[in-house]
């Protein structure tokens, strides 16, 4: 069953009100308080990562969405990782040897080497990217995308871009006209490319994702 998403903006916010009203009274516990920060975290995430991604976006919007982004990685970096993980549990795929990706083993080696009771701090995304656990990966794919939309915004390449650069891979933007006609543009001769869209009595199959059963 999916949730709205807007159910789990409304809960953050609640939660947050409570918090806020709370703490100015003196009415909830210092252990509380640490109990609070760690599931508003988590419904602010939840919203990020199950809200529809929109076609079309403007450069206010993106700068919304990042200031939530950034706003959730705070909270990230007060939690201990004792508390990361009470909230987001390891995902138990134990294969990344055989595909060359982090997993359970990998994430375990990297909790080693930190103190379990200190603030996460200003390492939480080097934490993340370490961390496997399909809501974070979701989070930080949606991060970058986010970035990478802000850098269009601002006349510069995507993330994407950059590295394909660096490799020496062409790329391509998408562009769609007035009448909803979708095109490559090639930046480097500025040449287009039709998109011919799939036949609509064609179906996708999805493949399942590297963990599942």
Same mark, same amino acid.
Not at 44 to 73: D, R
């Given at each position: 069953?999916?949730?709205?998403?807007?159910?789990?903006? /409304?809960?953050?916010?609640?939660?947050?009100?409570? !918090?806020?009203? =709370?703490?100015?009274?003196?009415?909830?516990? +210092?252990?509380?308080?640490?109990?609070?920060?760690?599931?508003?975290?988590?419904?602010?995430?939840?919203?990020?990562?199950?809200?529809?991604?929109?076609?079309?976006?403007?450069? =206010?919007?993106?700068?919304a969405e990042l200031s939530l982004h950034w706003t959730i990685l705070q909270f990230f970096s007060? &939690?201990?990782? =004792?508390? !990361? &993980?009470?909230? !987001?549990?390891?995902?138990?795929?134990? /294969? $990344?040897?055989?595909?060359?990706?982090?997993?359970?083993?990998?994430?375990?080696?990297?909790?080693?080497? #930190?103190? &379990?009771?200190?603030?996460?701090?200003?390492k939480v995304i080097d934490f993340l990217w370490d961390y496997v656990n399909d809501d974070i990966? +979701? !989070?930080?794919?949606?991060? &970058?995308?986010?970035?990478?939309?802000?850098?269009?915004?601002?006349?510069?390449? @995507?993330?994407?871009? +950059?590295?394909?650069?660096?490799?020496? #891979?062409?790329?391509?933007?998408?562009?769609?006209?007035?009448?909803?006609?979708?095109?490559?543009?090639?930046?480097? @001769? $500025? /040449?287009?490319?039709? #998109?011919?869209?799939?036949?609509?009595?064609?179906?996708?199959?999805? =493949?399942?994702?590297?963990?599942? #059963?």
């Amino acid at each position: 069953m999916k949730v709205n998403p807007v159910l789990y903006l /409304k809960a953050a916010k609640r939660l947050s009100s409570n !918090f806020v009203r =709370g703490n100015q009274l003196g009415l909830i516990p +210092e252990e509380e308080i640490k109990e609070i920060s760690p599931k508003i975290a988590y419904y602010l995430l939840k919203y990020v990562i199950t809200k529809p991604e929109p076609e079309f976006i403007t450069k =206010g919007e993106v700068n919304a969405e990042l200031s939530l982004h950034w706003t959730i990685l705070q909270f990230f970096s007060q &939690m201990t990782p =004792g508390q !990361f &993980m009470n909230i !987001f549990p390891i995902k138990k795929f134990y /294969k $990344g040897h055989k595909y060359g990706i982090k997993d359970y083993y990998t994430t375990k080696a990297m909790l080693s080497k #930190v103190d &379990m009771n200190s603030p996460i701090g200003d390492k939480v995304i080097d934490f993340l990217w370490d961390y496997v656990n399909d809501d974070i990966e +979701e !989070f930080l794919v949606r991060y &970058m995308v986010t970035i990478s939309n802000l850098r269009r915004f601002e006349g510069k390449p @995507t993330i994407a871009e +950059e590295i394909a650069k660096e490799l020496g #891979v062409k790329t391509y933007r998408l562009y769609q006209d007035s009448q909803g006609k979708k095109f490559l543009f090639d930046e480097q @001769t $500025g /040449k287009t490319i039709r #998109v011919r869209e799939r036949p609509k009595h064609l179906k996708i199959i999805k =493949g399942r994702r590297y963990g599942d #059963v």
